[in-house]
């Protein structure tokens, strides 16, 4: 087996960690972080099940990151990027497992984003001879196949020379996430969630001449946790995808690297039928969210005194231990966590980390 330096991967050894994925027949965890809590409690969790991660940013996160309060938004969302992985440059080899840093899904408005971070992945570069993203993702599912084909390789083209690979979607993942895509349309004409493999090879074809890529194909999978509706997960188009592009272009089986999005509250069988089909990558938003305020919840409601007394005003007992954030914080990671060990045992990623 392959092994690689704890840390950030980035270039060649992040292609290693995507073929020992698939290889493997695991995937790993992508998780959307926005503070410096909830991206420990990933490395956290990484290190814990010797799996693993990918610690992602979407633009609303990455502004987070920064500070809401920062006036200029846009210049937030840049900041808040670059410096949440800064915090991972610096810790992740210290947790003693390998961490891909991605940023999510970026739609036609926020093309100026990743542009943006390329500029300050140029920077990087010229300084420490790696990116400082390992990829990013493009997703323009809701424009022309056109526009959004052209658009990811002008995009590739600059990453390429940087050693870092692209994201594509291709098809719409229902749901909405961060003001991305739609709240779900429980009787909409639910068709455009599943991604044609005509479409796929398409891309296959403009893409893979000019760098790494990674796609994300809609298989019925949806952002967020709805009630089971009319939204069936086909994981057989992943399966088909990968086989007409075998049997076009003669590559070896599945050339493909997926993406599962919306993996929240997903059925664990079509997890490992998703993944046996050459998913390598599977994120997981909404749970952990629930996962950290589920336990805020818990210990604001157990000790409700010290939520709106510094001392109780009839036994004079000081609630400081109580409302240090350090202490609900904590408790919020650790419930992350213990959502986290989850997928890695879904995925069949817990024990496969390449970091020596
Ligand atoms: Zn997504």
Known sequence: MAQLKPGVVTGKDYLTLVAAAKAGGYALPAVNVSSSSTTNAVLEAAAKNQGDVIIQLSNGGAQFYAGQGMKDSFKAKVLGAVSAALHVHLLAEHYGVCVVLHTDHANKALIPWVDALLDEGEKYFKQHGKPLFSSHMLDLSEDSMEFN??????????????????????????????????????????????????????????????GHFSVAASFGNVHGVYKPGNVQLRPEILKNSQALI??????????????????????????????????????????????????????????????????????????KKFYDPRKYLRLAEQNMVARLNEAFVDLGSKGKSLAL
């Open 149 to 210: 084909l052209n658009e990811c390789a002008r995009i590739l083209t600059r990453m390429a020379p940087l050693d870092m690979s692209l994201e594509i979607e291709l098809g719409v993942t229902g749901g909405e996430e961060d003001g991305i895509g739609k709240e779900m349309d429980e009787s909409a004409d639910n068709s455009h969630l599943y991604t044609q493999p005509e479409d796929v090879l398409q891309a296959y074809e403009r893409l893979n001449p000019i």
């Open 246 to 319: 075998e049997q076009k272009r003669g590559t070896a089986p599945k050339p493909l690297n997926l993406v599962f999005h919306g993996g929240s509250g997903s059925e664990k069988e079509k997890i490992t039928e998703a993944v046996s089909y050459g998913v390598f990558k599977m994120n997981i938003d909404t749970d952990l969210q629930f996962a950290y305020s589920e336990a805020i919840g818990k210990f604001v409601s157990e000790n409700p005194k010290a939520f709106l007394y510094q001392v109780d005003p009839e036994t004079d007992k000081p609630y």
